[in-house]
């Protein structure tokens, strides 16, 4: 009976543990020369279905998109074919 609450108790907690994760794709995105680009990228990427934030960085030629929920991530091809769609060169793309 107490190994059943443990168990109970450790299922508890890791959902617990891990309802705040979100799955995150970082990618590289080479071409981008001013902030007109990056709302370009941004809003390109925006598009992409469950996204529920993206963040652009110039400097480091990096986007991270961030999706709702793990069920409907898109492939690493769907997410640089909107970056070359958008006019620029998309990098790897990491699924977190
Ligand atoms: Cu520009």
């Known amino acids: 009976m107490k190994r059943v609450f443990v168990l ?3 299922l508890i907690a890791s ?11 970082e990618l590289g995105v080479e071409g981008m020369t001013c902030p007109v680009c ?3 990228v941004k809003k390109s990427l925006e598009k992409l279905p ?6 652009v960085s110039l400097k480091l030629k ?8 793990k069920e409907n991530i898109p492939s690493t091809e769907e ?3 909107v970056i070359s769609d958008a006019g620029y060169t998309p990098g790897s793309v990491e699924i977190k």
């Open 79 to 81: 997410i640089k074919k």
């Open 15 to 25: 959902t617990l543990l891990h309802a705040g994760e979100k799955p995150i794709a």
């Open 50 to 55: 469950g996204v529920s934030d993206v963040k």
């Open 8 to 10: 109970l108790w450790l």
């Open 38 to 40: 990056v709302y370009t």
């Open 62 to 69: 990096k986007a991270r998109v961030e999706f709702s929920d």
